[in-house]
């Protein structure tokens, strides 16, 4: 929003005048921009936070600012960036109580990193990098809200010298709830926990917000897997499986699923490999979710022994045009309630 002068004024910088009869001065002619903009910028702060205006509630903005911002008592304490920045992070050198993010003081994991970015910096339009060395990083990485306008955190490792194994301290390997967005790119991801804990047990968990992966690898190791596993588990989120492609790896008897879509929304944008044994479906996709495949170029390819897919409760599986068999499995892909394959 830009300030707007008092009418008829050239001056874009002019102030506003108050009229006095008594001395013959007239006061200011004020534009309706000056009154119907900041209304307009107010209200649509409070709407994209979620809030539905209410003409009663005069602590709305206060409201919205606090679910947009995390901490915003301590937005103002942030650094803003002017440029884009490389936080480095090495398992084997890295000590979270002395690090700075340079190569000399690298953090020790993941999360204290994205903590770090989160709790400190104001990104604006600039991407922060998230550089991860070679080694295993035995966590489970719950990526935090962050502070923007345009510029994004990547999450960046040295392709499968770099793995992200959970082991059994959390049930997903790398997982995002909060409304922003997240690049990972060039690491392997474990699955979470084994088959014998509640719940869904996944490498990537997308509740929110949106993750874009890019020459990762998700693996259900051996002694993981069951009927509650799946690689990629998206529940009201947005994930892109883009840029050079990536891989599902199935090592272990069986996963649950390759893909499970409850709600939210997959995007093939590039070549996806798939490897392994399914107990329900390569692809499942449910309560109004979707796996779109965003034009004719990537393909899914590898072999996997299962149903292709299923689809219910008005889920939809776009495949522009690959046919009945265009995902991995042996046995054929169903519909039900509503949903759609096309």
């Not at 003409?55 to 942030?78: C, H, M, S, V």
């Not at 590039?270 to 109004?288: D, E, P």
């Amino acid at each position: 929003m830009k300030y707007r002068q008092p009418y008829g004024i050239t001056d874009e910088n002019a102030g506003y005048v108050d009229g006095n009869p008594a001395l013959g001065i007239e006061g200011s002619a004020v534009p309706f921009e000056a009154v119907e903009h900041p209304q307009r910028e107010i209200v649509n702060v409070i709407e994209r936070a979620g809030l539905i205006p209410d003409r009663n509630d005069l602590t709305q903005l206060y409201q919205a600012l606090g679910l947009l911002i995390p901490q915003p008592e301590k937005f103002w304490l942030l650094k803003r960036l002017t440029a884009s920045l490389t936080i480095n992070v090495n398992a084997a050198t890295g000590n979270n109580a002395t690090a700075d993010g340079s190569l000399q003081f690298p953090f020790k994991t993941i999360q204290a990193a994205c903590n770090y970015v989160a709790q400190n910096l104001f990104l604006g339009p600039y991407n922060v990098t998230i550089q991860v060395a070679a080694g295993t990083y035995a966590e489970s990485v719950s990526l935090p809200q962050y502070v923007r306008t345009t510029g994004t955190i990547v999450l960046s490792g040295a392709g499968a010298a770099t793995i992200v194994n959970p082991a059994n301290v959390g049930t997903w390997g790398v997982a995002l709830s909060s409304a922003v967005s997240y690049v990972i790119k060039n690491m392997q991801i474990n699955v979470g926990y084994t088959s014998t804990v509640a719940g869904y047990c996944s490498c990537i968990y997308a509740a929110g917000g949106t993750i874009t992966l890019d020459g990762c690898t998700l693996l259900v190791p051996p002694g993981y897997g069951g009927a509650n596993s799946a690689p990629l588990v998206v529940g009201g989120g947005f994930v892109a499986l883009g840029g050079t492609g990536n891989t599902i790896t199935i090592t272990a008897t069986s996963a649950g699923w390759g893909i499970l879509v409850n709600g939210g929304n997959v995007s093939l944008e590039a070549n996806l490999a798939i490897t392994g044994a399914v107990i329900s479906a390569t692809i499942s996709v449910n309560y109004l979710g979707s796996f779109v495949r965003q034009s004719a170029l990537p393909i899914i390819t590898g072999s996997v022994t299962g149903t292709r897919y299923s689809a219910t409760l008005l889920g939809i599986i776009t495949v522009q045009g690959g046919g009945a068999n265009f995902i991995p499995g042996t046995l054929a892909g169903g519909v039900s309630t509503g949903a759609q394959y096309a």
